[in-house]
């Protein structure tokens, strides 16, 4: 155990929780998450919080550390491909689609349309959305 693990499982006073860490890093083990790997994402998350900020170390190794984070790509880890070091093109595609989705709301509750962002016009479409369709669909 690195030392850095150490000082936050010497903080996990219960036997049942440490032997369900045990568990969980069992099950992750044998589901193919290499130990090196499995050190590094506790290592990242761990530098990551200031030591205060842990108050339950059992509930933050099993809640916060342990979890693979990104998206169903295996070979994600938080966004990056653990085999190569690049960015996760799948996870930088979901957080585009989640700032899209975000400006849309925004945009809606402003009263602008959701697409454009400019105010929609008398027939309760704006005008940008008006161009579109007519550039969408040829004239007879």
């Known amino acids: 155990m690195s030392p850095e693990i150490y000082v936050v499982m010497e903080r996990v006073h219960s036997d049942f929780v440490v032997r369900q860490i045990a568990r969980e890093v069992g099950r992750?083990?044998?589901?193919g998450t290499d130990a090196?790997?499995?050190h590094h994402r506790l290592t990242a998350r761990f530098a990551k919080v200031m030591l205060p900020e842990i108050r339950d170390p059992g509930r933050w190794l099993l809640g916060v550390a342990l979890p693979r984070w990104?998206?169903?790509y295996h070979d994600c880890e938080a966004g990056v491909l653990w085999s190569t070091g690049k960015d996760c093109e799948v996870c930088a595609e979901i957080v585009q689609d989640k700032a899209s989705a975000r400006r849309c709301a925004q945009r809606i509750e402003q009263g602008l349309c959701p697409e454009h962002g400019?105010?929609?016009g008398p027939g309760g479409r704006c005008v940008d959305c008006v161009l579109d369709d007519a550039t969408r669909?040829?004239?007879s």
């Open 70 to 72: 990104g998206c169903g």
């Open 28 to 31: 992750r083990l044998r589901e």
């Open 36 to 38: 090196e790997r499995l």
């Open 118 to 120: 400019t105010c929609p």
């Open 137 to 139: 669909t040829p004239a």
